[in-house]
């Protein structure tokens, strides 16, 4: 079976752009989190969405917004990039939302590069 | 205080050794708790979940220690191959689901 899948794997911006990032979860699996992760630090948690609707939100400025298709896979759009925003930008996918033990399964991620 | 913090490390160990790492959280209504390993630029992958009576997976063994809020890894006779970035991940309760990733603590086994 095929893992998770994000597209695109790398992706440059100007200061300004919008941009919008895709991920399709793992078969079966119903929930996306949205994770940004820059240079030396660990995944921050951007958003989850279960069944199209969102469960939870990091503490990230409105120009992040996502959201979940009935086929389950998911958009990342940031608007008004700025330099900051560069980052590895992860997609996991889990079954469920419970929270408790919920294993998460990430893509490769997008790279972005704001210039 | 950060919520979930980590030695960033790099640990640098020869092959054959033990080592382990240590993560702390600050929400004590945190109910789960996992290590992923990420090699360089690549994804996060599980390693393993990380439970209250501890668990052990061949060479590597988690403990949980609620009393003093923090977790640990413990990985024995350490191979070329366990060099990696090591995260600690603490999902939190008590109105909000929002897994908090630690910095990651970076391992390098040597020859």
């Known amino acids: 079976d095929a893992g998770v899948t994000q597209s695109p794997t790398h992706l440059i911006k100007t200061r300004g752009q919008h941009v919008t990032l895709r991920c399709s979860p793992i078969s079966g699996h119903k929930s996306v989190s949205w994770y940004q992760q820059v240079l030396g630090q660990g995944p921050q948690f951007i958003f989850q969405?279960?069944?199209?609707?969102?469960?939870g939100r990091g503490n990230f400025p409105d120009r992040f917004s996502a959201r979940q298709f009935p086929n389950y896979s998911s958009e990342l759009n940031v608007n008004a990039l700025l330099l900051g925003d560069s980052a590895l930008y992860l997609c996991a996918s889990s079954l469920t939302t419970s929270g408790i033990q919920e294993t998460q399964y990430f893509g490769p991620g997008t790279r972005l590069l704001v210039l | 205080r950060k919520e979930v913090e980590q030695d960033p490390g790099p640990f640098n160990v020869p092959e054959g050794a033990t080592v382990a790492f240590n993560c702390t959280y600050s929400?004590?209504?945190?109910?789960?708790f996992f290590w992923y390993r990420q090699d360089c630029r690549k994804e996060p992958k599980l390693l393993m979940s990380?439970?209250?009576s501890g668990n052990e997976d061949g060479r590597f063994t988690a403990q949980l220690n609620r009393a003093s809020q923090y977790i640990s890894l413990l990985i024995r006779d350490s191979k070329l191959s366990d060099s990696a970035t090591y995260l600690c991940v603490v999902n939190g309760r008590g109105g909000s689901y929002i897994p908090t990733f630690g910095r990651g603590t970076s391992l390098i086994v040597h020859p």
């Open positions: 929400n004590s209504a945190s109910q789960s």
């Open positions: 990380v439970y209250s």
């Open positions: 969405y279960y069944e199209k609707e969102e469960r």
